[in-house]
Each structure stands twice: as structure tokens, then as C-alpha cells.
């Protein structure tokens, strides 16, 4: 999936992985207890009225000005929940409110407790990291024989596998079959081990690993030993389930003919990625935020919450592995590396270990400073572009009052700034595109055939008055509505919303760029 300036081009950029470290089937330390038993929440010394004063007032703010309905965010600081806050509404018919307890659609954090439950598996010596998928999954076929053969599953769990993210043209797989099949005929863009490319594809095959050496679903697995030692009774992995309680969260994605509109729980997009199918490892969550926070202090290794694996086996999950091109582009963040289920930056001299979640209709982060002992999450019912800013940009922003070193930069205006992503002029541009007229001539004159080496040759066409946008590589054909001359807003599958621009380049070409980032060049008309 194509989301350029918002977690990596393609969602990764390639790099060479350096796969280093020791067997962790072989650590020798005694096995944690994963037995059902529900935790409770351990508690903190609360924050004082000014501090928490501050964080509900930048929350606020933040939500209000990223037209978001409604948010939930928790904090966890020195092993216990010291903040725990519900923001707007979670139904706009209804004006119900979100609570600490709302469940969400939470998307591709789900990968971290796939990896989990790898960790766990290797803990029990039942697999290593380091051996083939074929070893466990003997009917995986890749584009690449020799691939195939080599791959392991610590390059799933990392995304060094070389494949890309593939095609859904024939829907979303349904069973194991249907998801090996569209392995098989899916692009390779390097061999195993060679460079950083996200996929959920990756995770969807590491679910079936957890699947073959459990035996049992992976729905099942992660329900027992995760969700329920945790006692995270707000979660689950099936959007059904979700959808038939009256206390969730309501979906809201953005169409920029439209703007921001309710979305149904059997949205094609949204069950695709359904927990008993095969992409759920990849996506198949909802949670709540106190149900986060619980996770947040596993993580951290609290020591009110019962370790779920070894302590050497934590460390392994969150180690840097592979060099990526950063969640999103900026100045701020730094030494940018995926771990198993985890990026892995800088922020501001600290570690930062974190994931975000992207569903239709809802946006979620989860962001961990290891050594503040500190956890910031957030949940959305927003899929409106903007909204991926908020998530980080907030986090960082809690990130800053709660520790002692100085902030140098204010992350969320930072951030904005950066991307060219102002969330009141994004707004005014989706108004703007319902109005505004653009004459033919000026259309015609920057369609063409354009082209860079990331992405090859893609073109903008006019078709019946409107530019068409379509990259092959990406799986990309949106229509462009302008905003004003040389401006668009995307409309399209996984489109909507993205700044389109195409401007002069100083030799008199023409340059396309997605949400500020350049995608390349016109090379005939």
C-alpha cells in the first residue's frame, strides 16, 4: 500500500539488514508462566493537576484542530497507568462520548503481539527465529524458488523478506490457500535479508508459523496468551465481535467529495483484514486505551504485570534489526530501524520504541520510552490523512512534558511543517476541491508520461475532464481534484486526501510529488 510521507514510500524504503544474535531458543533462563490469569492494572503515583491540566488542554486542542471525532489516550509512567482520558464523541448521530474503555479498530500494532507471540513459541523451544518458514509451512511457494528456501522468519518478523505488499485485484485472502497463493505470485523486490520492505503479507505468514507449531487458530493462540493473561477484556481480533457492541467506537473515513462519513463495520477494507482471516496477524485488533495502557506496561517490563516471555526475548522484539527510511520523514526523528513488530527510533537523545495502526475509519499509536519507563497510546475514529500526524505528533508532545530533558522543537508543528500537512489548510483544500473549476487547457497541460527510479514510469491522464492518476508499482489510480492551479486532493482506493502537486522544476520540467514528497519527473507529454 502506497502512503507516501506517512510511514515510508510503500511503507519502506530499502536499506541492507545486518541479521545478527543469538538463537533465543537457547536462552537457558526458566519459561514465564503464560496461563490465562487476568492481570490487574497496576497503579502509579498520579500526575499533578497542572500536568495532567496540560496534557488534556494539548490533546484537546490537537483533536479540535485535526477535525477528529474522537480520541482516547493513556499513559503509562514507572509501572502503573498515571493518566487515562476519553475526548469527544465516539458516534456523531448520537453524541455518545469516548471513554478510557471505547473500543477501537487498532490495525497494524497487532503485529507487535504477532511477534509476541513468535517470542513466546521460541521461548517453549518449539521454533527458532533463524530457521526457514518452509521449515513450518512447507507448501510456501515464492516468485523466487531460492528465496523461498532461504527465508526466514526472523526476515518476516523484521520486513527484510523482499516482498512487497501485493495485489488484492481478486480480494482479500480468505483462507490459507488463497494466501499462499497470493504469495507466490507476489513481487519480490530483493531477496531475503537484503533490504527493509513493508508488507503485511509478512505478518500474515508469521500468523500461519504461530498457526502450524501451536496448532491451534491464531485468533485462538493470541486470545489465551496474550489478550487474557493481560486481562485486556475491551480487545479482541474479530471486527464482527466489534461491530455488535453497542459501546464502540463508530468509523469515520474521509471522501474528499463528501468529507469525513460514517463507515460501516463490513467495509470490504476494514474485514479484509478481519482477525480469523489470513491478514488478521498483520491487522486484526480493537482495543481499547486502558487495554493499551496494560500492554504499553508488558512492554516496558513492569513489575506489577507477569512477563509473557523471557526478558532476553523483550529485548530481542525491540532491538533495532534493519535501517528503514523512518516512520515519517523529519528532522526530529532519527537512527530509524524496524525491530520484530516495533520501529525503533531516536527522539530528542532517547530511544523511542513504537508502532502505529492504520484501518479505515480509525488511526492508532503506541509509543514507549524504555528508559523513562514511560508509554503514551492513542485511538482515533479518523482515517482522514492528517490524523497520522496527530497520533505521533501528540505522543512526542506527551513524550515532552513528562520528561526532564528540554524539548528543542515542538513535534506536532514540527511535524506539520515538515510535511506541508497544516490540518486547517488540508481542511480548506478538501472545500476548496468541491468548488473550484480547473480549465481544460491547464489540466491537459501537465498530463503526461512521468517517471523515477522508485516507482518507474506512471502517468496523469485527462479522462472526460478529470486527471487521472496511476503508478503500477504502487497499485495506485486516483483521480486528481484540484484545489487551484497546480494542486490536487486525491480521490481513489487508499488515496483520499493525499496532497497532490505538480509544480515547475527549475529547467523547465515538471516534478509530481505526493504529500511533499517528490515522486518523479515528466518525461514526455
Same mark, same amino acid.
Given at each position: 500500500m502506497?502512503?507516501?510521507?506517512?510511514?515510508?514510500?510503500?511503507?519502506?524504503?530499502?536499506?541492507?539488514v545486518?541479521?545478527?544474535?543469538?538463537?533465543?531458543?537457547?536462552?537457558?533462563?526458566?519459561?514465564?508462566?503464560?496461563?490465562?490469569?487476568?492481570?490487574?492494572?497496576?497503579?502509579?503515583?498520579?500526575?499533578?493537576?497542572?500536568?495532567?491540566?496540560?496534557?488534556?488542554?494539548?490533546?484537546?486542542?490537537?483533536?479540535?484542530?485535526?477535525?477528529?471525532?474522537?480520541?482516547?489516550?493513556?499513559?503509562?509512567?514507572d509501572?502503573?497507568?498515571?493518566?487515562?482520558?476519553?475526548?469527544?464523541?465516539?458516534?456523531?448521530?448520537?453524541?455518545?462520548?469516548?471513554?478510557?474503555?471505547?473500543?477501537?479498530?487498532?490495525?497494524?500494532?497487532?503485529?507487535?503481539?504477532?511477534?509476541?507471540?513468535?517470542?513466546?513459541?521460541?521461548?517453549?523451544?518449539?521454533?527458532?527465529?533463524?530457521?526457514?518458514?518452509?521449515?513450518?509451512?512447507?507448501?510456501?511457494?515464492?516468485?523466487?524458488?531460492?528465496?523461498?528456501?532461504?527465508?526466514?522468519?526472523?526476515?518476516?518478523?523484521?520486513?527484510?523478506?523482499?516482498?512487497?505488499?501485493?495485489?488484492?485485484?481478486?480480494?482479500?485472502?480468505?483462507?490459507?490457500?488463497?494466501?499462499?497463493?497470493?504469495?507466490?505470485?507476489?513481487?519480490?523486490?530483493a531477496?531475503?535479508?537484503?533490504?527493509?520492505?513493508?508488507?503485511?503479507?509478512?505478518?500474515?505468514?508469521?500468523?500461519?508459523?504461530?498457526?502450524?507449531?501451536?496448532?491451534?487458530?491464531?485468533?485462538?493462540y493470541?486470545?489465551?496468551?496474550?489478550?487474557?493473561?493481560?486481562?485486556?477484556?475491551?480487545?479482541?481480533?474479530?471486527?464482527?465481535?466489534?461491530?455488535?457492541?453497542?459501546?464502540?467506537?463508530?468509523?469515520?473515513?474521509?471522501?474528499?467529495?463528501?468529507?469525513?462519513?460514517? @463507515? +460501516?463495520?463490513?467495509?470490504?477494507?476494514? $474485514? =479484509?483484514?478481519? !482477525?480469523?482471516? *489470513? &491478514?488478521?496477524?498483520?491487522?486484526? %485488533?480493537?482495543?481499547?486505551?486502558?487495554? @493499551? +495502557?496494560?500492554?504499553?506496561?508488558?512492554? $516496558? =517490563?513492569?513489575p !506489577?504485570?507477569? *512477563? &509473557?516471555?523471557r526478558?532476553?526475548? %523483550?529485548?530481542?522484539?525491540?532491538?533495532?534489526?534493519?535501517?528503514?527510511?523512518?516512520?515519517?520523514?523529519?528532522?526530529?526523528?532519527g537512527?530509524?530501524?524496524?525491530?520484530?513488530?516495533?520501529?525503533?527510533?531516536?527522539?530528542?537523545?532517547?530511544?523511542?520504541?513504537?508502532?502505529?495502526?492504520?484501518?479505515?475509519?480509525?488511526?492508532?499509536?503506541?509509543?514507549?520510552?524504555?528508559?523513562?519507563?514511560?508509554?503514551?497510546?492513542?485511538?482515533?475514529?479518523?482515517?482522514?490523512?492528517?490524523?497520522?500526524?496527530?497520533?505521533?505528533?501528540?505522543?512526542?508532545?506527551?513524550?515532552?512534558?513528562?520528561?526532564?530533558?528540554?524539548?528543542?522543537?515542538?513535534?506536532?508543528?514540527?511535524?506539520?511543517?515538515?510535511?506541508?500537512?497544516?490540518?486547517?489548510?488540508?481542511?480548506?483544500?478538501?472545500?476548496?476541491?468541491?468548488?473550484?473549476?480547473?480549465?481544460?487547457?491547464?489540466?491537459e497541460?501537465?498530463?503526461?508520461?512521468?517517471?523515477?527510479?522508485?516507482?518507474?514510469?506512471?502517468?496523469?491522464?485527462?479522462?472526460?475532464?478529470?486527471?487521472?492518476?496511476?503508478?503500477?508499482?504502487?497499485?495506485?489510480?486516483?483521480?486528481?481534484?484540484?484545489?487551484?492551479?497546480?494542486?490536487?486532493?486525491?480521490?481513489?482506493?487508499?488515496?483520499?486526501?493525499?496532497?497532490?502537486?505538480?509544480?515547475?522544476?527549475?529547467?523547465?520540467?515538471?516534478?509530481?510529488?505526493?504529500?511533499?514528497?517528490?515522486?518523479?519527473?515528466r518525461?514526455?507529454?
Amino acid at each position: 500500500m502506497f502512503q507516501p510521507n506517512v510511514r515510508r514510500t510503500a511503507y519502506g524504503k530499502a536499506v541492507a539488514v545486518l541479521l545478527i544474535g543469538l538463537m533465543l531458543a537457547a536462552c537457558a533462563a526458566p519459561l514465564p508462566s503464560t496461563a490465562p490469569t487476568q492481570e490487574t492494572t497496576p497503579a502509579a503515583p498520579s500526575l499533578t493537576g497542572p500536568t495532567q491540566n496540560a496534557i488534556t488542554a494539548l490533546i484537546e486542542e490537537a483533536r479540535i484542530r485535526y477535525a477528529i471525532p474522537g480520541v482516547a489516550v493513556a499513559i503509562v509512567k514507572d509501572g502503573g497507568v498515571v493518566y487515562s482520558q476519553g475526548f469527544g464523541v465516539r458516534d456523531v448521530t448520537t453524541t455518545a462520548p469516548v471513554t478510557p474503555e471505547t473500543p477501537f479498530p487498532a490495525g497494524s500494532i497487532v503485529k507487535s503481539m504477532t511477534a509476541l507471540a513468535i517470542g513466546q513459541l521460541v521461548d517453549q523451544g518449539r521454533l527458532n527465529l533463524d530457521d526457514p518458514v518452509r521449515h513450518y509451512v512447507p507448501d510456501l511457494r515464492l516468485a523466487d524458488e531460492t528465496a523461498a528456501a532461504q527465508l526466514t522468519l526472523r526476515q518476516l518478523l523484521n520486513q527484510t523478506s523482499g516482498l512487497t505488499e501485493g495485489s488484492w485485484s481478486e480480494g482479500f485472502p480468505q483462507n490459507r490457500a488463497a494466501l499462499l497463493k497470493l504469495v507466490k505470485s507476489t513481487t519480490l523486490a530483493a531477496r531475503p535479508g537484503e533490504q527493509f520492505q513493508y508488507a503485511n503479507l509478512n505478518y500474515a505468514l508469521a500468523g500461519a508459523v504461530v498457526e502450524a507449531v501451536s496448532g491451534q487458530p491464531w485468533v485462538d493462540y493470541v486470545e489465551a496468551n496474550i489478550l487474557m493473561p493481560l486481562g485486556m477484556a475491551q480487545s479482541g481480533l474479530s471486527f464482527q465481535d466489534l461491530a455488535a457492541q453497542d459501546s464502540s467506537a463508530r468509523l469515520y473515513s474521509l471522501d474528499v467529495r463528501a468529507g469525513l462519513r460514517p @463507515l +460501516a463495520f463490513d467495509d470490504a477494507n476494514l $474485514l =479484509g483484514f478481519n !482477525g480469523p482471516l *489470513p &491478514l488478521g496477524p498483520s491487522g486484526g %485488533l480493537y482495543t481499547s486505551a486502558n487495554d @493499551l +495502557a496494560r500492554y504499553a506496561l508488558l512492554h $516496558l =517490563g513492569a513489575p !506489577g504485570v507477569t *512477563p &509473557l516471555v523471557r526478558p532476553e526475548t %523483550l529485548a530481542e522484539l525491540h532491538r533495532p534489526q534493519t535501517p528503514t527510511g523512518g516512520t515519517i520523514p523529519s528532522s526530529i526523528l532519527g537512527d530509524s530501524h524496524y525491530a520484530l513488530g516495533w520501529d525503533v527510533e531516536q527522539y530528542n537523545g532517547m530511544k523511542i520504541v513504537h508502532h502505529g495502526g492504520f484501518l479505515p475509519g480509525a488511526m492508532a499509536h503506541v509509543l514507549l520510552v524504555p528508559e523513562e519507563q514511560l508509554g503514551v497510546v492513542v485511538l482515533t475514529n479518523s482515517d482522514a490523512f492528517p490524523t497520522a500526524f496527530f497520533k505521533l505528533g501528540v505522543s512526542l508532545q506527551i513524550v515532552d512534558v513528562l520528561t526532564d530533558k528540554a524539548a528543542t522543537v515542538q513535534p506536532l508543528t514540527t511535524l506539520e511543517t515538515e510535511s506541508g500537512i497544516d490540518p486547517t489548510v488540508f481542511y480548506a483544500a478538501v472545500d476548496a476541491a468541491r468548488t473550484f473549476q480547473a480549465a481544460p487547457e491547464d489540466l491537459e497541460a501537465v498530463s503526461g508520461t512521468y517517471e523515477s527510479a522508485e516507482v518507474g514510469a506512471f502517468s496523469v491522464t485527462l479522462n472526460e475532464h478529470t486527471l487521472v492518476l496511476e503508478v503500477p508499482a504502487a497499485q495506485i489510480r486516483w483521480e486528481l481534484l484540484p484545489y487551484d492551479e497546480r494542486r490536487f486532493l486525491a480521490a481513489g482506493p487508499n488515496g483520499d486526501g493525499k496532497l497532490v502537486m505538480i509544480a515547475d522544476t527549475p529547467d523547465g520540467n515538471l516534478q509530481l510529488s505526493i504529500n511533499g514528497q517528490i515522486i518523479g519527473e515528466r518525461v514526455r507529454r
